[in-house]
């Protein structure tokens, strides 16, 4: 395991981590749907602020700062675990979900393997029976390979800073009821195992890329065994590929531009997934620079910047997030981040004390 942080300094780059996300949803929500040359049209250059979504994006009607379902689910996940002491079971994460179905605002932009997987659970159905039906729609290889289950896994790895084994097989217990497929699984792993290892002090935008790759690969065995193998693309080779394009791109534009022009930016988990990994590189790891890179990429921009920024904010912590950014996110959301980042917090610090007995 790496270096232990102290409390504070775990507790700041997990409420980092949650800010971050939540920074990279809201500013993505402005420019979802939209192409990369379109948006630098619009605003005469890469989108850098918090904008009002316009009618033209799934998130119409929400202000500047607001959170789409992505980090709405995120913060379903950091409540459920906070409340079972991180002790996360599925069936616990499925009544969670449901609850956050039923009551939340962000609910009704859910995604299309989310929404009709909590919807026949929601009426008692036995949604792993329904999958493995001869006749079921869920055989499609399309079901449960968005990216639903990798854009709200961030507390995940929040609660096992370091262990990316540990916070991958937590990632399937929470992907498995809606994306019971290797490749949400990887993608789930890739986020979880990047955020974990990047709570630690001697994490680097390197090393955290290096995490990202191993929780792919044992996300993708996990899925593999225990869930549906379905025809698609390597994530952990896509990643590769993305941050590739990060890598030999002169500036943040360039990056955009050569990642989506290679892997892609759709809600497809192949795509999106090695995209936000690809950014949180172009970016250099700083939270605000990869919540841009994430809105100007097009597509699915709120999914894609969110997810980079989980990283993101994890290894760099609260302090580089802006005040300003800070406050428009705060205004613009009833949810109490720090809360939760102190509950967090409490159950990773527990753990990390455990450990060291």
């Not at 602020?49 to 709405?72: K, V, W, Y």
């Not at 217990?173 to 990047?194: E, K, L, M, S």
């Not at 890329?209 to 869930?227: H, I, M, N, P, S």
Request: negative net charge; hydrophobic residues 45%; aromatic residues 4%.
């Amino acid at each position: 395991m790496s270096t232990t942080p102290n409390r504070e300094r775990l507790g700041n780059h997990i409420l980092g981590s949650l800010v971050a996300c939540a920074l990279g949803d809201a500013m993505g929500a402005a420019t979802e749907q939209h192409t990369t040359a379109e948006i630098v049209q619009q605003y005469g250059g890469l989108l850098r602020e918090l904008r009002t979504p316009s009618s033209e994006t799934f998130s119409h009607g929400n202000q500047a700062g607001q959170i789409t379902d992505d980090t709405s689910q995120m913060f379903a996940l950091a409540e459920a675990l906070i409340a079972t002491g991180g002790n996360l079971t599925e069936a616990d994460w499925i009544k969670a979900l449901l609850h956050w179905a039923a009551t939340s605002r962000e609910a009704f932009a859910m995604g299309p393997t989310t929404r009709p997987l909590l919807e026949a659970l929601a009426a008692g159905k036995d949604t792993f029976a329904i999958g493995r039906s001869p006749t079921s729609t869920r055989k499609l290889t399309s079901f449960g390979t968005t990216n639903g289950a990798a854009m709200r896994i961030a507390p995940a790895g929040l609660v096992f800073p370091g262990d990316v084994e540990r916070a991958v097989h937590l990632a399937w217990t929470t992907a498995r009821p809606t994306h019971d497929t290797q490749i949400a699984a990887a993608g789930a792993g890739a986020i979880a195992g990047g955020v974990a290892h990047a709570l630690m002090p001697d994490a680097d935008v390197f090393s955290v890329t290096q995490a990202c790759l191993e929780g792919a690969r044992l996300g993708e065995a996990l899925g593999g065994k225990e869930g549906r193998r379905v025809p698609g693309p390597s994530i952990p080779r896509r990643i590769e590929l993305a941050v590739e394009e990060a890598l030999r791109a002169a500036d943040l534009q360039h990056a955009v531009e050569g990642i989506e022009a290679t892997v892609g930016n759709s809600v497809m988990m192949v795509e999106s997934l090695p995209a936000a990994i690809g950014i949180f590189v172009a970016a250099k790891g700083d939270p605000v620079e990869a919540a841009v890179g994430g809105t100007n990429i097009g597509n699915d921009t709120d999914t894609i910047a969110a997810m980079a920024c989980s990283l993101a904010g994890a290894l760099r912590g609260i302090a580089a997030i802006p005040g300003p950014l800070r406050n428009t996110l705060k205004s613009a959301n009833s949810q109490d981040i720090p809360a939760l980042a102190e509950g967090l917090t409490a159950i990773a610090w527990q753990r990390l004390n455990s450990e060291q007995r």
